[in-house]
């Protein structure tokens, strides 16, 4: 059973930084990506991984400023994150995609199945 978990999340001033992880649970090979939500607003491709080779995808709002990264030993993924605006603030989900086209549109929610729980990020002004 494919399960992942977050945490990390928290409140935090702007200019600060967080770093989140998801753990991964019922697997050890697939795209994973981090996605966010704020309040009213469309979910939103941040950054993902593609385990082949490891080349990374970021959203334009998270060039520069984030970092995804793998623990493969320990089956998490990670995002850290500095610099952080208040307009960052939003949930913030991990995910999993397993299909063989998972390097295409990597940043595209329609295609993960596999969903954490999410974990909160609060940057204040």
């Known amino acids: 059973q494919v399960q992942l978990v977050e945490s990390g999340g928290g409140s935090v001033q702007a200019g600060g930084s967080l770093k989140l992880s998801c753990v991964a649970y019922g697997y050890s090979s697939a795209c994973m990506a981090w996605f966010r939500q704020a309040p009213g607003k469309e979910r939103e491709g941040v950054v993902g991984?593609?385990?082949?080779?490891?080349?990374?995808f970021y959203g334009d709002s998270a060039k520069g400023r984030f970092t995804i990264s793998q623990d493969n030993a320990k089956n998490t993924l990670y995002l850290q994150m500095n610099s952080l605006k208040p307009e960052d603030t939003a949930m913030y989900y991990c995910?999993?995609?397993?299909?063989?086209?998972?390097?295409?549109?990597?940043?595209?929610?329609?295609?993960?199945?596999?969903w954490g729980q999410g974990t909160q990020v609060t940057v204040s002004s």
């Open positions: 995910a999993a995609d397993f299909s063989l086209s998972c390097r295409l549109d990597i940043l595209k929610d329609q295609k993960y199945k596999y």
């Open positions: 991984i593609y385990p082949g080779d490891g080349s990374t």
